[in-house]
């Protein structure tokens, strides 16, 4: 059985993707060449990122944050780089078109998912953590949404 908390978080996730993607009111700020120029490459950077971390969860993929009762840890691949990898993703693609449209409102909610996701990545890690007791570990040496200096170092 999925928690009530599970359905509010992705009813409330989804909203602010409608609210993102659906209203405009056009608050513009830093229209120029290389602002645009980095939001194509968030918004690449985000889809490539996001394409492989669904290939990558296949069968544990699922929009609530609790685990699946079959579900097993992921800690390869784009799970290598941050635990967070869809969601990371998807606040690039957001920042991304931000950018490209010169939209501050589009910014501002993309913040707001940005905030929203670090708490529905903090309930999600523990109950990652009551079902993978491994999962500490794991979250000691990979970054959440964006990886750890540490990593790249190595």
Known sequence: ?????????????????????????????????????CGYLLVSIGLLTIFFAFLQLNTNLSPFPSPKKSAVLVTSGMFNIVRHPIYAGIFGLMLGLSLIFADGFKLLIAILV?????????????????????????????????????????
């Open 1 to 37: 059985m999925i928690p009530r908390k599970d359905y509010l978080l992705v009813i409330i996730q989804f909203c602010l993707f409608g609210v993102f993607a659906f209203l405009n009111f056009n608050v513009s700020f830093l229209e120029n060449f290389t602002a645009k120029l």
């Open 114 to 154: 940005y905030l929203f996701f670090l708490y529905k990545s903090n309930y999600e890690e523990h109950l990652l953590t009551k079902a993978f007791p491994e999962y500490e570990i794991y979250k000691s040496s990979v970054g959440r949404f964006l990886p750890k200096l540490s990593q790249l170092k190595s």
